[in-house]
């Protein structure tokens, strides 16, 4: 909080006339921890009673401890803040897509609704789904397969071919396009030129020959 209450005069026009008179930064019940010596941790505040009370028990325990009977009826109305089932299936079911990652809920949520969408379309061939729901910083891999196609060019498209014929040639990728090219055209069709490296190799040899034996 030191650094809000140091630049104020970075802030907007209500917070610089606010601090003429008392520095809005100034917390009566937060302050900053000198060390961790200080820090209270009481556990966490979500899925407590109010987790408990859905499952509808007898009495419940107060954080004073005390017990008490719960008097009460409970109904639970699911809220999300994203989608529900139907707008979801709804989306789902006009795209098609080969996965679905369900994130943004929680968990029992999203198990539930994981498992409708796979009722949905198991007993549908034509279709078919994965449902992902990963927990918080946990991967999901999905593997994709694209076909790719290779346009023939130049000399090599002259001639004729027929089914199962191979063709040889440079296969040349641009733009994610691929040219399968004669070498002799790639001058033509594309940037690059042909050349040709001649390779000599040279083995020095040390050892002594014996002399020729004369011939008659």
């Not at 005069?9 to 937060?30: L, Y």
């Not at 008097?71 to 098609?96: C, G, N, P």
């Not at 694209?146 to 498209?157: D, F, I, N, T, W």
């Amino acid at each position: 909080m030191a650094v809000y209450q140091t630049y104020v005069n970075t802030m907007n026009d209500k917070i610089r006339k606010a601090i003429n008179i008392n520095n809005p930064f100034v917390f009566k019940h937060i302050s900053n921890l000198k060390s961790m010596d200080h820090f209270d941790d009481i556990g966490p505040s979500v899925g407590t009673l109010a987790k408990h009370i859905m499952s509808e028990p007898e009495e419940i325990t107060t954080m004073s401890g005390q017990k008490l009977q719960l008097k009460m009826s409970v109904d639970y109305i699911s809220f999300s803040a994203h989608t529900d089932y139907l707008q979801t299936s709804e989306f789902i079911r006009a795209l098609k897509p080969p996965h679905v990652i369900l994130v943004h809920r929680e968990q029992n949520e999203m198990a539930r609704l994981k498992a409708a969408l796979i009722r949905e379309y198991e007993d549908n061939d034509q279709v078919h789904i994965e449902v992902h729901n990963p927990r918080n910083t946990e991967a999901v891999t999905l593997n994709f397969r694209g076909e790719k196609l290779a346009k023939v060019m130049g000399s090599l498209a002259d001639e004729k071919c027929v089914q199962g014929q191979r063709v040889l040639g440079i296969l040349v990728k641009k733009n994610f396009n691929y040219h399968i090219l004669n070498p002799s055209d790639l001058s033509t069709h594309t940037e690059l030129a042909m050349r040709t490296v001649k390779q000599t190799q040279a083995i020095p040899l040390t050892a002594r020959l014996p002399p020729e034996e004369p011939h008659w």
